[in-house]
């Protein structure tokens, strides 16, 4: 396998991992003032994707995947509502340790590092392109 193939393949990698972690990060903004309507009960969990480093054998390169995904087992907020059903004794009910701020940002820096990836396929894509045209 020629390196612009290589390249190519590792780029497409790239662009599967960072599109999960874009996945993860939609899914926790989306539930980012989901909680519970049980007394007792938790609410939403934020999810955290990691990545690691794979040896290809086939391409004879290391390519990034995600390792897995896991809970942010960070403390939940606290807002009072007495009146709502899953108030404590005390009048609080328990918030998502998801903070939106912080998402739009992985948010952003997911998108980046894919359009970076898909940027290397295109430019591989043209490179082969010129080399045909160059040959002929």
Do not use: C, W
Request: hydrophobic fraction near 35%.
């Amino acid at each position: 396998m020629d390196d612009l193939s290589k390249s190519s393949a590792i780029a497409s990698a790239g662009m599967k991992a960072q599109s999960k972690r874009i996945r993860v990060t939609s899914e926790n903004l989306a539930n980012a003032n989901s909680i519970s309507n049980q007394p007792g009960g938790e609410p939403y969990r934020r999810k955290l994707v990691t990545f690691k480093n794979v040896m290809d054998q086939e391409l004879d390169a290391v390519k990034p995947m995600v390792r897995r995904n896991e809970e942010d087992m960070s403390a939940f907020g606290r807002k009072y509502d007495p009146g709502h059903p899953a108030a404590d004794e005390n009048g609080y009910v328990l918030t998502p340790n998801v903070n939106p701020l912080i998402e739009l940002m992985d948010l952003r820096e997911a998108e980046r590092s894919y359009e970076a990836n898909m940027n290397v396929i295109q430019v591989s894509k043209m490179l082969v392109s010129r080399t045909v045209d160059l040959l002929r």
